[in-house]
């Protein structure tokens, strides 16, 4: 069978709806449009049911203890700033400090800078080569003003995902709540609220096969019961949470989305670890210099960051823009700054300048993964006949012995 | 972002891309940027006696929009003589590549490739005199 082009290989930055996703939202857009929050007719009452049958499937999925737990919000942009400013305006007189990672998505930490200005104290822990955060340094950072930490279950970059449960046991003893930016992990590795003592959980339906715009914000109701601050004022939605009416078929999806991955998660997972691995030992063989950004032991099974040393990552998504994926390079950034997560892992700029994230997902084909490979050598191979420093590296040049005329 | 189609076809077509020997003294070279920042560029010129770019090369490590500049730089400078070369301004790059904003400094830096390599050509000629 011929290849359908262009490939999407780029499943961190969202995700195509599920068809049986789909189909189970279409009815909730007329037949049964009612809004949840009308009280006093069967369309609300239909509509309130769908959504707390939503709320089960998600509760469930990240083993809550009641479905109570989920607050339904517009996304995880969303959830991440009504957990930390709610919980951090809520606690404020318990403390004022808040712990978090340098890799966490800019959800977490442009809200956690805004804090800062508002007077909060923020620790941003920084992570070693293999992109994980030491829960040592969460213990070490861990004071009597602590209030939170947050941290996030998988990386959207490196995929490297956190070793959340023996952080969870750190907070726990201490009394401190924890929150985790989920968003990337759930239904594709362990991830258990109760077992891991989470009081705070951010997901998305857009990258679990769910659409756009809805999200989810798990608060713990027992041991301890979570309290927050609401950032969206109006009709008192949400327990109070997050005022808005909700957008029902969204949420049905997102229900959907998640029963699915409960369902078969795991066993995707598998199947995407098998074609990673395909993936990154053709290249691997093929080619020098090819360098893994993270883990490979604690990663999300359909991540793969790399970087092809002596090719720039924008210069190699134009040589395969048939295939979307995504890079770390600055070229692709309006900021001429490399990806903050590398840098944190101590990759060099030139590398992260390189790398390429590749993101597998549900619909990945061996034979896209076949295609991919070579034709990703191919281009490696015709960009660093074209690379000055592959050229110099050839000569036996040490390119930090180079003076360079930065500009 | 798009690329114009005068990019892509640079991008995906290079032309001149090689290396000159360096140690010939009628070759200029000129390296500028650095790996730190994303992108660093070699061209280089083959000089006539009576002045003229008989040869131009290059290789980039950069975006599209730096391979496509070094490639239309070297294309626009081969024939020409040094004094006309040494006049090419980015500003002639960008509009003839359509560039976005976000991509001037790739065209700065083929503009400073060039002089560069110039350069080079003219003190080995000093030396030599
Ligand atoms: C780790 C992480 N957190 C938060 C978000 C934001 O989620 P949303 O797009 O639902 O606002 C994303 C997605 O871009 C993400 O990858
Ligand atoms: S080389 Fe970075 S934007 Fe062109």
């Known amino acids: 069978m011929a290849i359908k082009l262009p490939i999407f290989m780029d499943y961190h930055s969202t995700t195509p709806v599920d068809p049986r996703v789909i189909e189970e939202m279409l009815p909730y857009f007329n037949e049964k ?64 400090h808040i712990i978090t990672s340098v890799i966490e998505h800019k959800a977490v930490l442009d809200t956690c800078k805004r804090l800062e200005k508002e007077g909060y104290e923020v620790t941003y822990l920084g992570v070693g080569k293999d992109g994980r955060v030491d829960p040592d340094d969460v213990k070490k950072a861990l004071t009597d003003k602590t209030i939170l930490v947050s941290i996030m279950l998988a990386n959207n ?16 003893e201490r009394g401190v709540l924890l929150h985790s930016d989920a968003v990337q992990g759930v239904g594709k ?41 609401a950032q969206m004022d109006g009709g008192g939605h949400e327990r109070g949470m997050r005022s808005g009416t909700l957008n029902v078929p969204g949420i049905v999806g997102f229900g959907k989305a998640a029963d699915i991955m409960m369902k078969e998660g795991k066993e995707e997972g598998v199947r995407l670890l098998g074609m990673r691995e395909r993936l990154r030992k053709k290249l691997d063989s093929s080619l020098e210099e090819v360098f893994v950004n993270g883990s490979l032991e604690h990663r999300l099974p359909g991540n793969l960051n ?27 950034s309006a900021s001429l700054e490399p990806s903050y997560v590398l840098r944190a892992l101590g990759v060099g700029d030139e590398l992260a300048h390189s790398s390429i994230r590749f993101g597998l997902g549900r619909y990945t084909t061996e034979e896209e993964i076949d295609f991919v490979s070579d034709l990703v050598i191919d281009k490696v191979k015709h960009l660093r006949n074209m690379s000055p420093l592959y050229e110099m590296y050839k000569d036996g040049i040490d390119l930090k012995s180079v003076q360079w005329v930065a500009h | 972002m798009a690329y114009s189609d005068k990019v892509i076809d640079h991008a995906e077509n290079p032309r001149n891309v090689g290396t000159l020997d360096k140690e010939d003294p009628t070759v200029g070279t000129g390296l500028v940027g650095a790996p730190a920042c994303g992108d660093v560029m070699r061209l280089q010129i083959k000089v006539s006696d009576d002045g003229v770019i008989q040869d131009a090369k290059f290789k980039t490590f950069g975006c599209g929009s730096a391979i496509a500049s070094s490639s239309l730089a070297t294309e ?54």
């Open chain 2, 76 to 129: 626009w400078i081969k024939g020409k003589k040094v004094e006309e070369a040494e006049a090419i301004k980015n500003s002639d790059i960008v509009n003839e590549l359509n560039l976005p904003p976000v991509k001037i400094h790739c065209s700065v830096l083929a503009e400073d490739a060039i002089k560069s390599a110039i350069a080079d050509y003219r003190a080995k000629q000093a030396a030599k005199r």
């Open chain 1, 157 to 172: 970059e490196i995929g490297t995902v956190q070793p959340i449960e023996e952080i969870g046991k750190l907070t726990r």
């Open chain 1, 306 to 332: 790399v970087s092809f040393a002596f090719v720039e990552g924008e210069a190699m998504m134009m040589a395969i823009k048939d295939v979307a994926v995504s890079s770390g390079s600055a070229c692709t």
């Open chain 1, 189 to 229: 590795v362990p991830f258990d609220v109760q077992k891991m003592n989470v009081d705070l959980a951010s997901i998305t339906a857009h990258k679990m096969y769910g659409p756009k715009g809805v999200g989810g914000l798990y608060v713990r109701r027992s041991k301890p019961r979570v309290r927050l601050v």
């Open chain 1, 33 to 96: 449009f009612g809004n949840a929050a009308s009280r006093s007719h069967a369309f609300g009452w239909t509509a309130e049911e769908a959504v707390d049958y939503s709320r089960e499937r998600i509760g469930k999925l990240i083993n809550a203890q009641s479905e109570k737990e989920i607050v339904f919000t517009s996304g995880a942009t969303e959830s991440n700033n009504v957990a930390i400013k709610g919980v951090a305006e809520f606690y404020k007189d318990k403390g004022n």
